[in-house]
């Protein structure tokens, strides 16, 4: 699986869009871009994914450039609940792919 | 609907002592998942099964043996602790060509 790259830590007033960002630019063809956090000490919760197109749900959006070497989490409006850790992860689509966490970005939000 | 349960909660250890962590999930998955998280970092992977049957080494597998007894149970035993292992341990579920990874609320195992 391809490796990522983020940053340590961010900080986002609440009410305004957090914006994460991922660098995979060893990326592959049948490699997708998963999200996941981590609140606190509790175990990580899946947000979003996706493969080449941008994706929205009802937590994020998420934006993947056009040669899918970067990506960008968006929390549209951000809160004090979405203080966590996130995880950008690369994981082709195969039945026996491993899921494999690097250190994430500690996202602070702020009144 | 449970989803992933992990037993113990907390547990404290003498070096040299064995223990099984016990992982069980009510959803039909295929994969399951055993990872550490030490403090200020990732999770790193212990080992996984795709299936009932077969598991795999993660980046992380020394000191540890796993079990996939049934599709519902994947255990993680420490046959002699060390220091070292002191760590919350998580187990995660997904289905086959699922997305979407299920993790239980850890176990925090300290060995002193």
């Known amino acids: 699986d391809a490796k990522t790259t983020q940053p340590t830590s961010m900080d986002c007033a609440e009410g305004r869009a957090a914006n994460l960002p991922c660098n995979h630019s060893t990326i592959s063809g049948n490699e997708y871009v998963y999200w996941y956090r981590q609140i606190h000490s509790q175990g990580p919760q899946y947000i979003i994914h996706g493969l080449k197109n941008n994706e929205t749900n009802e937590m994020a959006s998420l934006i993947i450039t056009e040669d899918r070497k970067s990506s960008t989490l968006i929390l549209p409006h951000a809160t004090l609940r979405d203080t966590a850790v996130y995880y950008c992860i690369v994981r082709s689509a195969g039945t026996a792919s491993k899921l494999t966490f690097g250190t994430g970005t500690r996202l602070q939000v702020t009144l | 609907n449970a989803g992933v349960t992990q037993t113990p909660k907390f547990q404290v250890l003498k070096t040299g002592q064995s223990m099984t962590l016990q992982c069980a999930q009510d959803m039909n998955h295929n994969s399951m998942y055993w990872y550490r998280q030490d403090p200020g970092m990732g999770l790193r992977l212990i080992y996984y099964?795709?299936?009932?049957?077969?598991?795999d080494k993660g980046e992380v597998p020394n000191g540890y043996n796993v079990s996939r007894l049934n599709k519902r149970e994947f255990s993680l035993r420490l046959e002699s602790a060390a220091p070292s292992q002191t760590s919350v341990y998580f187990c995660?579920?997904?289905?086959?060509?699922?997305?979407?990874?299920?993790f239980g609320q850890g176990t925090r195992l300290t060995v002193v």
């Open positions: 099964s795709a299936s009932e049957g077969t598991t």
């Open positions: 995660a579920s997904r289905s086959t060509g699922s997305t979407e990874a299920f």
